[in-house]
């Protein structure tokens, strides 16, 4: 739904536009100027409570441009902007993170130092101590405590008796602290190992209503004393506890750099919750297989190396005999022709074998020069004597 626009100043100047650069919400721009939290200010516009340019405006999410817009609240300007501030506080147990308690209980406003309105990041309930900031930077405040940018805080839970590594391993892994509700993936460690005094240190990315406490009692450990020891990079130090100190400019652009890119949501589902590392979807058949056979149709299917095709007899088998026409034909060595040179060893070479009727020419005494040597006996070694300078053709 489009924001809504609010009436011009003054005769003839055009309305302001939601997207114009300087244009901000109604309630954030009260917000910023101390009138109260962004939930209060949105009570107020929707009472009718704040004018626009003498306009009543009941929308909260009406789009003004600050100082070019006159906002007044039950008939009296807003103040002005005032400067940023952040502060750090050691908040201490029995105290409550609001600035109002209806109850009459203490709250944190007793420890912030005077000037403008500055509101807490974040809750930490009445029985648990440690680092709180306090500042008047809507932005800074909204990354900080939103769980998108998972934000890291720290902390330390005393224990009432000494967990065994089934119990730190569930902490670990993500614990269903409430009916489909279950913590991330978190850092835990053992802080101090004595009987008497077990501690761990839990580091959160996410800060649900009393989390740790339900975190530990799901797996049935009970929470003694809880404190929160940091929060992104900030570190309590040596911060006495119910004081607090305006934060450095450093400390400022690290906390900027903490909370500024959003982190990789995790599942939300009660199924996948709390699984760091899922097996990739896969289809039916294949599903749990992370490597599968390709796919194959007919004879074959499933099988990862198959044979090469062939067509006609001998198909599915990698080494088939050289392709050959009329007698011997699928033979992978066939006789050579007649009248051709004899290999070695041949039957007829031998003279295991008769030379075929009519073929060849008779033995003669007298050898060739080069012949080789006659054997033993006068028979000749290797290759016979003959006559003429044809070649046997046997």
Do not use: W
């Not at 070694?381 to 053709?393: D, T």
């Amino acid at each position: 739904m489009t924001p809504a626009r609010v009436p011009a100043m003054h005769a003839g100047a055009p309305p302001i536009a939601p997207d114009h650069p300087m244009a901000i919400r109604l309630n954030k721009l009260l917000a910023t100027r101390g009138i109260g939290s962004r939930r209060a200010c949105d009570a107020l516009i929707e009472a009718g409570s704040v004018r626009v340019n003498g306009t009543v405006i009941r929308e909260p999410g009406t789009q003004v441009e600050p100082g070019r817009d006159r906002v007044q609240v039950h008939g009296r300007p807003i103040p002005g902007p005032s400067a940023l501030r952040y502060v750090m506080i050691h908040k201490p147990v029995g105290m409550i993170t609001t600035l109002d308690d209806p109850e009459g209980r203490p709250t944190i406003k007793r420890l912030l130092p005077p000037g403008p309105r500055l509101f807490p990041v974040g809750r930490l309930d009445a029985e648990t101590s440690g680092l709180l900031i306090a500042t008047n930077d809507g932005d800074l405040a909204h990354h900080l405590m939103h769980p998108r940018y998972g934000v890291a805080k720290v902390y330390r839970a005393r224990l009432d008796r000494v967990a065994d590594g089934e119990q730190l391993r569930r902490l670990r892994s993500g614990v269903e602290f409430e009916p489909g509700v279950v913590s991330g993936p978190c850092d835990v460690r053992v802080h101090s190992a004595r009987p008497q005094r077990f501690e761990i240190e839990i580091t959160l990315n996410e800060g649900r209503y009393r989390q740790v406490r339900r975190m530990c009692e799901a797996v049935a450990l009970t929470v003694r004393s809880l404190h929160r020891a940091a929060y992104g990079p900030l570190r309590l130090g040596t911060l006495p506890r119910g004081a607090a100190r305006d934060l450095t400019a450093v400390e400022v652009r690290r906390l900027r750099a903490a909370s500024a890119r959003p982190v990789a949501p995790r599942p939300a589902s009660p199924k996948g919750a709390g699984v760091r590392f899922r097996p990739r979807p896969a289809s039916p058949k294949g599903a749990g297989v992370r490597f599968r056979p390709r796919p194959a149709s007919g004879a074959g299917a499933g099988v990862r190396f198959r044979p090469r095709p062939a067509p006609g007899a001998g198909a599915g088998v990698r080494f088939r005999p050289r392709p050959a026409s009329g007698a011997g034909a699928g033979v992978r060595f066939r006789p050579r022709p007649a009248g051709s040179r004899p290999r070695s060893g041949s039957p007829r070479r031998s003279g295991a074998m008769p030379p075929a009727a009519g073929r060849g020419r008779p033995r003669t005494g007298t050898a060739r020069p080069g012949a080789r040597r006659a054997g033993p006996g006068g028979a000749p070694r290797g290759r016979s004597n003959r006559q003429g300078r044809g070649r046997p053709k046997y």
